[in-house]
């Protein structure tokens, strides 16, 4: 098994878009032939456009494209611009009088972070899809849907710190599986048990534990149902591999993605995440669908990890990298 580059992956082209000043962006997942995809919505609290028709028992066939954007529920318009660009270069189902692109998407929450008042929306998602399109050097960190991501937010922002877009890419044989994931968690990320990046103590000196601290201050529930946290947890991701799946085990794969997300970031999934992952499948690979699973989440996992890795402070975020300790 060897790491590669998730653009080395054929069939799917990555770009983004992104303002520094508004804390915001987003990031688009082609595949201009179409993608058999599966979605897993896992957190209570999601916000997503297009997703019944992935169900197996519906009648769409491909996926044209995934967004994963902030702006909360108003980065959904973004998916507009993704839609108008690819059916101006004939991308899309042919209903005989157009083609209409199929276009899935999934926000995350940084309202709170940048400037409030603007959004991802149909000019960021064109400026996003084009990018894609000519094949732009996909960067991780402060870029795309990581522009307003931060993480470890349970205790306000002047403990919270800076989180990104990551992405991560495996080849074992013929077979390849990648992911690309934006890390906008309210809590922790950990790897191999340790935390990494997340709430920060008061005299920034090392990080708490957000599961404990939850688990110590059960009270914290008044917040949460006053809406001072609502909608802050979030990752949401998008999986894509050459394997030759249905869209049933595409449905499957991205469920075991998550487990991915559940091994690299504490708590996840919780009631008032929106946790979403797609799995786009573009190929002729014979693959045992439960090895694409394992790969898929390994890649997730590390993606999440390069994501804060990767991030650079801003907005009075302190990214990993610039941490004292």
Not at 157 to 175: F, S
Not at 277 to 295: E, W
Request: with cysteine; net charge neutral.
């Amino acid at each position: 098994m060897e790491k590669l580059n998730i653009q080395e992956i054929p069939g799917f082209r990555f770009g983004q878009a992104q303002d520094q000043k508004a804390g915001t962006g987003c990031t688009v997942i082609l595949c201009p032939q179409g993608a058999v995809t599966g979605v897993d919505v896992r957190g209570g609290s999601p916000s997503t456009r297009d997703t019944d028709a992935l169900d197996p028992r519906c009648n769409r066939e491909v996926v044209h494209g995934v967004l994963l954007t902030g702006g909360s529920a108003f980065g959904l318009d973004a998916a507009g611009g993704v839609m108008e660009t690819l059916e101006s270069v004939g991308i899309g189902r042919d209903v005989e009088v157009t083609k209409v692109p199929n276009v899935c998407a999934a926000v995350l929450f940084d309202l709170k972070f940048g400037r409030m008042d603007r959004r991802p929306d149909a000019a960021m998602g064109r400026a996003a899809c084009i990018a894609a399109l000519e094949g732009l050097p996909f960067r991780e960190g402060n870029f795309g849907a990581g522009m307003g991501c931060t993480v470890g937010k349970l205790l306000g922002p002047e403990r919270a710190m800076k989180g990104g877009v990551g992405a991560y890419a495996l080849r074992q044989g013929e077979l390849l599986v990648g992911a690309v994931v934006a890390c906008n968690a309210v809590g922790d990320v950990v790897d191999g048990g340790r935390i990494i990046a997340g709430a920060r103590n008061r005299d920034n000196t090392g990080f708490l534990s957000s599961e404990e601290w939850l688990i110590a201050h059960s009270t914290r529930q008044k917040d949460i149902f006053s809406g001072k946290m609502t909608g802050e947890n979030t990752v949401i991701g998008c999986v894509v591999t050459n394997a030759a799946l249905n869209k049933a085990q595409a449905s499957k794969l991205a469920a075991v993605a998550q487990n991915g997300t559940v091994r690299a970031v504490r708590p996840a999934n919780a009631t008032f995440d929106g946790d979403c992952m797609f799995a786009m499948c573009c190929g002729a690979v014979p693959a045992d669908p439960d090895v694409v699973g394992i790969l898929a989440a390994r890649a997730v996992e590390e993606a999440i990890h390069r994501s804060v890795r990767q991030a650079e402070s801003l907005h009075g975020r302190p990214a990993l990298r610039d941490l004292p300790f």
